[in-house]
């Protein structure tokens, strides 16, 4: 009888330990980086005169809430809780060890008026604003400095309200580059997630010299036609990852950069440890770029368990010639696309230039690409592999990229070694005629 019981004991806990790793297995996730955390104290926006019918200007109420919560600095932090209604605002600034809890039908909305709307300097590895000469607007929601902040709640909606801008950029009458929704610059430990992003002036989220920051669980949502509303940018930053997101905009779901040409070469602030998983959506650009902005590198990319549809590109990495800098050890993995125009395009001759200073002999290095278990239906061309003359990309590897449509065309290749393995339509000479496929085939 003992053993009768022992042995199901043993047999349950066999049982429940295959059960724990296969969940384990399952739940691949950088939710460690940035924890989530709950705060001591909780105050609300309607302690600070806040009114949320949509039409009142509460601008005054979020920066009171925020300067509190940064000078009582009380311990464990300060949730700012966002009940349900239309909170009307202009720019405001974080600060560290707070959390902005937005309720189920809590909206942030950012004010049309741009006229008062904040200015800030160029970033640095810019040298000027990203669309124009000079300074940018500020970020609707911005935080500089910051350290330990949370954007979180019950799927509550931060609104950019960004028609206004997008018709000053397609009038051409923009004083200054529009601002982003959400930056954070020179931060650490920030976390974003089950919060809707919508309606961006231009790209939405936009962390810069940052490291530590985890973007999760978000949705991001712009028009097809809305221009420049970039979905995630991790620029010049440490350690960002992004996963299980929903995106459907107006330009890249997901663009990882570090600054551009002179600028971006002399402030010399790569992107490294950048994860990107399980995200899905569509856009008239780009599934998941990386660049063009890559002046000061970009290395260490994981991008795995992508789906992505009715997009222009499926994988863009983009560079150009006086941006300098690298791309380096990329790996692309489980990638779906459906109704792509282009499934893949590396390319060294995109992106424009912020002024006619930049050095033409600055040449961007792009090596170690693993791109693989690719599947895309109706793909309308395959793609394209295009280096730079004096600086060719080396170790291009495509393994298990199947793409099917009615071709008009095929691959597209120049300037590029690398490999290719079980590859389909055919690949490029370029790629099949290299030596060393072990490196490609060692990523399999
Ligand atoms: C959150 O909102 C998005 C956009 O409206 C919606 O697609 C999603 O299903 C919502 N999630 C939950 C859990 O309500
Ligand atoms: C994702 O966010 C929604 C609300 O936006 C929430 O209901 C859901 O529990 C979140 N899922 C995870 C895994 O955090
Ligand atoms: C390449 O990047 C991955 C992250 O994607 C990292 O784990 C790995 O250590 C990097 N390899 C080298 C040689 O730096």
Redesign the pocket.
């Known amino acids: 009888m003992a053993i009768k019981i022992l042995a199901a004991l043993c047999l349950l806990s066999m049982l429940l330990l295959r059960c724990s790793s296969a969940e384990e297995e399952e739940a691949v996730t950088c939710s460690g980086i940035v924890p989530m955390r709950g705060r001591a104290e909780v105050i609300s926006i309607t302690d600070f005169g806040g009114v949320g019918d949509g039409l009142t200007l509460n601008t005054a109420a979020f920066q009171a809430a925020i300067f509190r919560i940064s000078h009582l600095r009380r311990r464990g932090g300060t949730l700012l809780y966002i009940p349900a209604g239309v909170w009307l605002t202009g720019s405001f600034d974080l600060t560290s060890h707070m959390t902005l809890y937005l309720a189920k039908g809590a909206v942030i909305k950012a004010t049309q008026d741009t006229t008062k709307w904040p200015l800030i300097d160029p970033l640095p590895s810019y040298g000027r604003g990203r669309e124009l000469p000079g300074q940018r607007y500020k970020s609707f929601i911005h935080g500089n400095g910051l350290h330990d902040v949370i954007i979180t709640g019950e799927n509550g909606t931060i609104d950019g309200q960004g028609d206004v801008w997008w018709n000053m950029w397609r009038q051409r009458i923009l004083p200054f580059t529009r601002p982003n929704l959400v930056e954070f610059m020179h931060s650490g430990n920030i976390l974003i997630s089950n919060t809707i992003f919508q309606n961006s002036p231009f790209w939405n989220i936009h962390p810069v010299y940052c490291s530590n920051v985890v973007v999760r669980n978000v949705t991001i949502l712009a028009p097809f036609d809305s221009p420049n509303t970039d979905g995630v940018d991790p620029d010049s930053s440490l350690n960002v990852c992004i996963e299980d997101c929903y995106i459907s905009t107006g330009d890249d779901l997901v663009a990882v950069k570090s600054g551009w040409d002179e600028y971006g070469i002399a402030y010399g602030r790569p992107s490294s440890?950048?994860?990107i998983r399980r995200v899905t959506g569509s856009s008239p650009f780009a599934g998941i770029a990386i660049g063009s902005e890559t002046s000061g590198g970009v290395?260490?990319?994981?991008v795995e368990n992508v789906n992505i549809y009715n997009t222009g590109i499926g994988i863009h990495i983009k560079t150009n010639i006086g941006r300098g800098g690298y791309i380096?050890?990329?790996?692309i993995s489980d990638v779906y696309l459906n109704k792509v125009r282009k499934g893949l395009r590396i390319a060294g001759d995109v992106g424009d230039h912020p002024d006619s200073k930049f050095n033409p002999n600055a040449l961007p290095v792009v090596d170690?690409l693993i791109i693989k278990n690719v599947r895309g239906e109706n793909v309308l061309q395959p793609g394209s592999i295009q280096g730079i003359k004096n600086s060719p990309f080396t170790r291009i590897c495509l393994s298990n990229v199947k793409l099917f449509g009615d071709w008009s065309q095929s691959w597209k290749c120049m300037d590029v070694s690398g490999a290719a393995l079980e590859v389909q339509p055919a690949p490029c000479q370029e790629l099949t005629s290299t030596f060393d496929v072990s490196f490609c085939a060692n990523a399999v």
């Open positions: 440890g950048i994860t290395d260490n990319v994981l380096k050890n990329v790996s170690g």
